[in-house]
């Protein structure tokens, strides 16, 4: 998986780009471009969401993944693995686990992750993947000039969902078509509106509990469309 292995060797390269730059900025600019990924974050999440025509499946999805990540504490198990890695690199920057989190679900949660994935697994040149590397390698750069050094650390879960993704694609796509895409990319078009209102300090939002819904998105397209 060449596509999935490069886009993390994108996001590592940026993100030390942006840690270099994060050392270098004083705060209030530091703050400032932390305000500016919330918003950015709210305006993709609502771009994404928009591609839905099945409100109900939306609404069911996020109900339903919500309760289920809830009761599988899902955030916990994650901070967990965030401060983990945290006391292991010896950081001490209070956004780790934001940078971790945020990167991830910016990273993963558009349509491009799973055509892409696809594209490579179904034994296509991972053209879509590539280009995907190229505009998260960009991103890491703003991201962990704003976050931190968490941002690197999002590769983790990168290279499991997507690599995932990649390696069981023969096996998946016959679930995947454009219309359950289409579905489960508006759910994580919900979640990244949550994540925008968390980085933006509005209210807390546990998003990363909301997950499941990308799931249960799929079943209920699979089933009822």
Not at 120 to 148: C, H, T, Y
Not at 180 to 207: F, H, P, Q, R, T
Request: charged share 10%.
């Amino acid at each position: 998986m060449p596509g999935t292995l490069i886009n993390a060797g994108t996001v590592i390269l940026g993100s030390i780009i942006g840690l270099i730059l994060h050392r270098r900025l004083p705060e209030k600019i530091t703050t400032i471009v932390f305000q500016g990924i919330g918003l950015f974050t709210l305006f993709l999440g609502f771009t994404m969401a928009a591609k839905t025509n099945h409100y109900l499946i939306m609404i069911f999805s996020i109900v339903i993944g919500s309760i289920i990540g809830q009761l599988l504490s899902i955030d916990s198990a994650l901070d967990r693995f965030s401060n983990y890695l945290k006391q292991k690199v010896r950081s001490d920057n209070d956004k780790f686990t934001d940078g971790l989190i945020t990167a991830f679900l910016l990273f993963c949660m558009g349509s491009m992750t799973i055509l892409g994935a696809f594209e490579e697994g179904l034994g296509g040149r991972p053209n879509l993947l590539l280009s995907k590397s190229i505009l998260d390698g960009f991103s890491s750069v703003v991201l962990s000039a704003g976050l931190g050094i968490g941002v690197i650390f999002s590769v983790i879960p990168l290279l499991i969902y997507q690599g995932g993704l990649t390696l069981f694609a023969g096996w998946l796509g016959e679930f995947f078509n454009e219309i359950v895409i289409n579905e489960m990319s508006a759910v994580g078009g919900l979640i990244l509106i949550g994540l925008g209102i968390n980085i933006l300090e509005i209210k807390k939002i546990k998003v990363v509990n909301m997950l499941p819904g990308l799931v249960i998105a799929v079943i209920l397209a699979y089933i009822f469309l």
